[in-house]
């Protein structure tokens, strides 16, 4: 297959980018700042990206099965503190950048786009979710240890995923576990569609590179097209 690859040089994308070579396909990775490209491969090429501008995305759709969006503001692997700093600021931003992948895609129906964002939105008990559950979104924010104005930024993947959920282009978007990180790839988990997957333990976690995993299993096996999926142990 040929990915496009949004984000590649973060805690997930990079991880995707890694995952999606090593099953053989070719990969478009796309960075912000084209000298963080550090990884080098025959099926691999690198290129610079606004994903704010959807004319410059769309010039990039020609020959691409799937688009995979791991996009956030700033990047979290090398400065987390940043990241979350500016998804406060504008916490808008995952709605505006999914309009702007579906305006895109307008002129290739056919590429589908793969987005992994936020598990907020998850449902904790039927029809309940955190992020329309304000003491539950605090008390979370507080156990993870993120200030709790981040809250806006759960919204605002919220409000992305209701912009995707407009869209009758071919789109998958992926809640990951509540608590989700560094970690061993284990090439296993559970999926869900709404509802928080939790362990033994109560808790809702994966890692980064097992969420690469079910990102690539996805694209290879779409099951969840014009859907919400999650993931978790």
Do not use: K
């Amino acid at each position: 297959m040929f990915i496009g690859i949004i984000g590649a040089t973060g805690n997930v994308g990079r991880l995707v980018l890694g995952e999606a070579l090593e099953r053989g396909h070719h990969v478009t990775a796309f960075t912000r700042d084209i000298a963080r490209a550090e990884v080098e491969h025959p099926h691999l090429t690198w290129a610079e990206l606004d994903v704010f501008d959807s004319a410059a995305v769309a010039a990039r759709l020609p020959g691409m099965d799937v688009l995979i969006s791991c996009y956030q503001p700033g990047n979290a692997a090398r400065d987390f503190d940043a990241t979350v700093s500016e998804s406060i600021a504008d916490p808008t931003v995952y709605a505006t950048v999914a309009r702007s992948l579906l305006t895109a895609l307008e002129t290739h129906p056919r590429t589908r786009l793969l987005v992994i964002g936020g598990a907020g939105s998850l449902e904790f008990a039927p029809g309940r979710t955190t992020v329309d559950d304000e003491e539950r979104l605090l008390a979370v924010m507080d156990e993870i240890g993120l200030p709790r104005g981040y809250a806006a930024a759960v919204r605002g993947h919220r409000d992305a995923l209701d912009a995707l959920r407009t869209s009758n282009r071919l789109w998958t978007y992926l809640s990951p576990a509540g608590e989700i990180g560094p970690g061993e790839r284990t090439g296993r988990y559970r999926i869900g569609t709404d509802q928080e997957i939790v362990d033994a333990e109560g808790r809702s976690r994966i890692s980064f590179a097992d969420a690469a995993v079910a990102l690539v299993d996805e694209a290879e096996l779409p099951r969840f097209v014009q859907r919400r999926f999650t993931i978790g142990y």
